[in-house]
C-alpha cells in the first residue's frame, strides 16, 4: 500500500511541475580561487547546452546565465518518475576594482564552466629595487650666487649655512 502512494505522489509531482510554464531558476554552487595573477571561478552546470551559456560583464557585475532543456527527451510514453525538468541558471558575482574585465576568458568543459579572470597590472604585487652606494647629489643650477662668485674669479663664496665659518 505504501509503494503505490508513494508512486502516486510521484505523478502528482509530476503533473504540477509539468504544467508550469515557467521556468525555475537555480543558482550554480561555484568555487572561486586566486591563482597568482588571476582567479579562477569554477561553476557547475550539469546537463546544460554549451550555446545557451552567456557570460557578461556589467561594470563590477559578472553574470552568468544558461539554460538546461529536458522536453525534447523522450516525448513518447508515460512518465513514471520525472525529477529531471527545465531550468534556467542565473549566478551573478561582484568583481572587485583590482581585475581587469576586459580579458576575462570562458571555457566549459564536462559540465563545468571555468571563467579566468585575470588581476590588473596595476593590482599585482611588485618588487622595488632597492639601490646601494651614496644618494645622488643635488645639483646645483647656473644661477646661483656660489657660482656667479667662482665664474666672476673672486674666489668661491661660502653660503651662509656652512661649517666652515
Same mark, same amino acid.
Given at each position: =500500500? !505504501?509503494?503505490?502512494? !508513494?508512486?502516486? =505522489?510521484?505523478? !502528482?509531482?509530476?503533473? !504540477? ?12 554552487? =561555484? ?20 550555446? +545557451? ?31 529531471? +525538468? ?14 581587469d574585465v576586459d580579458h ?36 646645483? +643650477? ?24
Open positions: =500500500m !505504501l509503494f503505490d502512494t !508513494l508512486q502516486e =505522489m510521484d505523478r !502528482l509531482r509530476s503533473a !504540477l511541475f509539468s504544467a508550469m510554464d515557467e521556468t525555475p531558476t537555480v543558482a550554480a554552487p =561555484m568555487n572561486l580561487i586566486r591563482e597568482g595573477d588571476r582567479y579562477v571561478l569554477d561553476a557547475d552546470l550539469p546537463g546544460v547546452d554549451p550555446k +545557451s551559456i552567456d557570460v557578461a560583464v556589467d561594470g563590477r557585475w559578472l553574470t552568468i546565465r544558461a539554460e538546461r532543456s529536458t522536453t525534447s527527451e523522450h516525448t513518447k510514453g508515460e512518465w513514471l518518475v520525472r525529477e529531471r +525538468s527545465n531550468a534556467a541558471v542565473l549566478r551573478r558575482v561582484t568583481l572587485g576594482h583590482d581585475v576575462i576568458e570562458a571555457t566549459y568543459h564536462d559540465g563545468v564552466l571555468t571563467v579566468t579572470i585575470p588581476v590588473a597590472e596595476t593590482a599585482r604585487p611588485r618588487r622595488i629595487a632597492v639601490g646601494t652606494g651614496t644618494p645622488a647629489q643635488p645639483q646645483l +643650477s647656473q644661477a646661483t650666487p656660489e657660482r656667479a662668485a667662482e665664474t666672476a674669479g673672486e674666489g668661491k663664496a661660502e653660503p651662509a649655512h656652512s661649517l666652515a665659518n
